[in-house]
């Protein structure tokens, strides 16, 4: 079976500071991994994704995410948020024709 | 943005009465998806579908049922709708489930009384 834990249920930061957000997946198998963003009352819109290849994966909105095998982690991080980056952000991931297993989210609150 | 289409966005309704909510979409994808939102858990599967009529259950499926009559309609049942079953509901759809990106509706807010 595969599992996301999300070690952080909120991150408050500073706006223009740097920010991680930690993601553990388990599997046996090859997986594929997911970071998705859910702005207030509103559904979850992809940030990035790794199906393969490189193991740093960019995606919208100055974001990004590696991918590390050994420590089945798939880390999201951003060097400077702003303040329009308040939202919750879900991991994701899925074996091949499997459906997505979700992490329970982690709230980013940047202040100022 | 992926034309899904969620009704009723808001429901309010009674302990033991049955809820229908309804996922629209225009994208002719083959996948679709429930899941229910609730703080703590993130989000669930509930049920999804592969194919027209052909449907399955995730892991959270007890007291709901789902049907798939049409590629474009995806409908979600609460038999007897209880107060644990409260929740922000949201349909999801893909091309196909190897990698590829799900598309979300706005959710529909579910209030039992």
């Known amino acids: 079976a595969q599992s996301v834990t999300q070690l952080d249920s909120q991150v408050p930061v500073f706006e223009e500071a740097p920010v991680e957000l930690r993601c553990n997946y388990s599997?046996?198998?090859?997986?594929?991994l997911f970071w998705y963003v859910q702005y207030p009352n509103q559904g979850l819109q992809l940030l990035l994704k790794?199906?393969?290849?490189?193991?740093l994966v960019k995606g919208i909105n100055g974001f990004e995410a590696e991918f590390n095998k050994s420590q089945t982690s798939f880390h999201l991080r951003k060097p400077s948020v702003h303040i329009s980056d308040t939202a919750e952000y879900f991991c994701?991931?899925?074996?091949?024709?499997?459906?997505?297993?979700f992490g329970t989210g982690t709230r980013l609150q940047v202040t100022l | 943005d992926a034309g899904i289409t969620q009704s009723p966005r808001h429901k309010v309704t009674e302990t033991g009465t049955p809820v229908t909510l309804r996922c629209h979409q225009t994208?002719?994808?083959?996948?679709m998806y429930w899941y229910r939102q609730d703080p703590g858990h993130g989000l669930r599967l509930i049920h999804y579908?592969?194919?027209?009529?052909?449907?399955d259950k995730g892991e959270v499926s007890d007291g709901y049922s789902v049907s798939r009559s049409k590629t474009e309609d995806f409908l979600l049942t609460l038999e007897s709708a209880t107060s644990s079953q409260t929740s922000v509901y949201f349909c999801?759809?893909?091309?196909?489930?190897?990698?590829?990106?799900?598309?979300f509706g706005q959710g529909t807010r579910l209030t039992v009384v």
């Open positions: 999801a759809i893909s091309e196909t489930v190897q990698g590829t990106e799900a598309f």
């Open positions: 599997s046996s198998v090859s997986v594929y």
């Open positions: 790794y199906l393969s290849g490189s193991t």
């Open positions: 994701a991931v899925s074996l091949i024709r499997r459906k997505l297993t």
């Open positions: 994208e002719n994808h083959r996948y």
């Open positions: 579908s592969y194919g027209v009529k052909d449907t």
